[in-house]
């Protein structure tokens, strides 16, 4: 059972708009991951929030942008969506580097 | 060359065999390192961390050589639920945790 949990699990989006998804850590996890998993792939990394603040970023441009709250969520926005922008998108958190990530079930995006 | 690579796969064993995964990362300040293993349509969970001086947990055991930069994952007595795509992780931890996955190998346990 995961203390991770993402929301929406499934979410169908046309080229252009723009998606929110949204993740709850388990309390005292102050950083939080997101990744983005295309079929047959293991998971990139989008970027990292620690406290609230981006510290560190992988290669994804600036319409994938994101927020960790206090209350320990965090949201993913994608603007502009395009085609390949469709995949499973996981939000993993941890106490720890040392401890290793946990991973929320994700959610599957798909731009038609 | 990639930042994490693995075994292409897949790999197909009887039931009852022994399975060796082999990984390799780019790094040399690479810092922690995890094996995960990830089931169809699911999310990573993790399986074990990887330390220098080896360590095994069950019918898992995992090895890290930092001078070749080398990871492995053993697998003893496979069972038919070990099947699953297995990724090899490197967290670099400079100022943040930039955690990479390796492309992942598949398992299929035959009975």
């Known amino acids: 059972e995961t203390g991770v949990t993402q929301s929406p699990t499934h979410l169908i989006k046309t080229r252009g708009q723009q998606v929110t998804l949204r993740c709850s850590s388990q309390?005292?996890?102050?950083?939080v991951s997101w990744y983005q998993q295309a079929l047959g792939q293991g998971p990139q990394f989008i970027f990292q929030?620690?406290?609230?603040?981006?510290?560190g970023r992988g290669n994804f441009p600036p319409r994938f942008s994101g927020l960790q709250f206090p209350n320990y969520s965090s949201e993913l926005n994608v603007n502009a969506l395009e085609l390949d922008d469709s995949a499973l998108y996981l939000c993993?958190?941890?106490?720890?580097?040392?401890?290793?990530?946990?991973f929320g079930s994700g959610t599957r995006l798909t731009v038609v | 060359r990639k930042e994490v690579e693995q075994d292409p796969g897949p790999f197909n064993v009887p039931e009852g065999a022994t399975v060796a995964f082999n990984c390799t990362y780019s790094?040399?300040?690479?810092?922690?390192f995890f094996w995960y293993r990830q089931d169809c349509r699911k999310e990573p969970k993790l399986l074990m961390s990887?330390?220098?001086s080896g360590n095994e947990d069950g019918r898992f055991t995992a090895q890290l050589n930092r001078a070749s930069q080398y990871i492995s994952l053993l697998i003893r007595d496979s069972k038919l639920s070990d099947s699953a795509t297995y990724l090899c992780?490197?967290?670099?931890?400079?100022?943040?945790?930039?955690?990479?996955f390796g492309p992942g190998t598949s398992l299929s346990v035959i009975p």
């Open positions: 992780v490197v967290n670099l931890g400079t100022s943040y945790d930039k955690v990479i």
């Open positions: 309390s005292g996890h102050n950083t």
């Open positions: 993993a958190s941890s106490p720890s580097r040392t401890y290793g990530y946990t």
């Open positions: 990887v330390y220098s």
């Open positions: 790094n040399s300040a690479s810092q922690s």
């Open positions: 929030y620690y406290r609230e603040e981006e510290n």
